[in-house]
């Protein structure tokens, strides 16, 4: 009988753990409301969304959303509050996590996520008119000229250890001009949560619960938990800061329809009355009009990370204008000037059959090269200190096809990202 009772209480524990995405933006946005100062910020900073977005309207979807001629770099500091007294290998692990979840990032906001095919090559056959979408934002790690008092210098990472965010606030001004995530412990209920619509200026943050950020084996006490073990959560949540809302938004079914104005105030989302959880099969969840199903990947449902793999074009157009009207928020000078960098070296092939040559033009003291795949995994990652040769061949023979990305960081804290692609 005690057996029984104790398998009784395993099988509990895994069914509280076996949670279904929950988001505290709502919660969030109330709190930001009944402040008063923060809610005049909040509205200055819509009426300039609507400012951008109406210029949009204007022009057509061209240059910059198709070819993205010029990559839109962001500035990103993470901070594990709770982490202050690790030792230095967990802050080391704790570091390429960040970049294993900013990699994540990089690939769901370009739409070189691996799962993207499921929606080109079949999904999107029950969606007619239905585009993906892709912001084409760079997300960095800042390295250069960190805010005084954090002790970081200039070639580290802004990732930063115990810093307490005003004694656990979501902002800090300390830290304006960043896209900030803070990771730390939210409970079990709440997976993360973002101003919908957020403020660099104000050092504004999107928190994720410990157990739902990057990917992996993670770090001591900031395990990934599945089913939110693969980075979406903070794709989901940088959504709300770029100005993004829950398709199932309101929650009805409502009559005279105006998209541009109600729901998500998204047009090529199809309106839902309520959110999809764990993961839908395609083309069994019904949406508001007998004519369309719901959009249950799209990133801004509630379903479990593996079945979230897609925005589109509508949001991509939100999104961007409400980049274009926080752009200048952002911090000019924490990323490198990566045009040194990027002109002192060149990869050849591209495309390459598997293995390709670094060749600088100058000899630097020493460098680190880590090749990536498109889910952010590192596939190579390789130290060469005090080389005399300007030349590296890099052999990944047994990697597949597809694109890749190789950072190279010099030791003075110089970092490049090319794409490469292997055929
Ligand atoms: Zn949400």
Known sequence: MKLKLSLLWLIV??????????????????????????????????????????????LSRNS????????????????????????????????????????????????????????????????????????GVQFELATENHPAGTGLT???????????????????????????????????????????????????????????????????????????????????????????DHTFNNGTCSTNTNCNTQGDRVCDTPEVASESYECPEVGTVGSCSFEQFALTMNYMDYVDDACMYMFTLGQENRM????????????????????????????????????FTIEFKELTNSYAVEVYDITGKVIYDNNFELTSSLVQTINLENTGSGVYFVNIKTDNGLLITKKIVME
């Open 154 to 244: 200039n070639g580290q990472v802004a990732v930063t250890f115990g810093t307490d965010f005003l004694s656990g606030a979501d902002s800090d001004p300390t830290w304006a001009g960043y896209m900030n995530m803070v990771v730390r412990n939210e409970g079990s209920s709440i997976l993360g949560y973002s101003p919908l619509g957020g403020s660099p200026a104000s050092g504004h943050t999107v928190v994720i619960n410990r157990f739902a950020f990057g990917s992996g084996s993670g770090c001591a006490g900031f395990v990934p938990a599945a089913p939110f073990n693969l980075g979406r959560t903070l794709t989901h949540e940088l959504g709300h800061f770029f100005n993004l």
């Open 320 to 355: 961007r204008a409400y980049y274009n009207a926080i752009v200048s928020q952002f911090s000019t000078t924490a990323l490198s000037n990566n045009e040194v960098l990027d002109n002192n070296f060149k990869i050849y092939p591209n495309p390459s059959k598997g293995s």
């Open 13 to 58: 524990i895994q069914i509280s753990f076996a949670q279904q995405r929950t988001c505290g933006m709502e919660q969030k946005m109330q709190q930001i409301m009944n402040d008063p100062i923060a809610r005049q910020q909040y509205l200055q900073q819509q009426a300039q969304f609507e400012v951008e977005l109406q210029k949009m309207a204007t």
């Open 64 to 135: 910059n959303a198709v070819n993205n001629v010029q990559t839109i770099r962001i500035p990103v500091a993470v901070h594990y509050p709770s982490a202050g007294a690790v030792t230095e290998s967990v802050k080391t692990c704790l570091r390429a996590l960040a970049q294993n979840q900013i990699n994540i990032l990089n690939a769901d906001y370009n739409a070189t996520n691996a799962d993207i095919v499921n929606f080109t090559e079949n999904d999107a056959s029950f969606y007619p008119g239905i585009s993906v979408g892709n912001l």
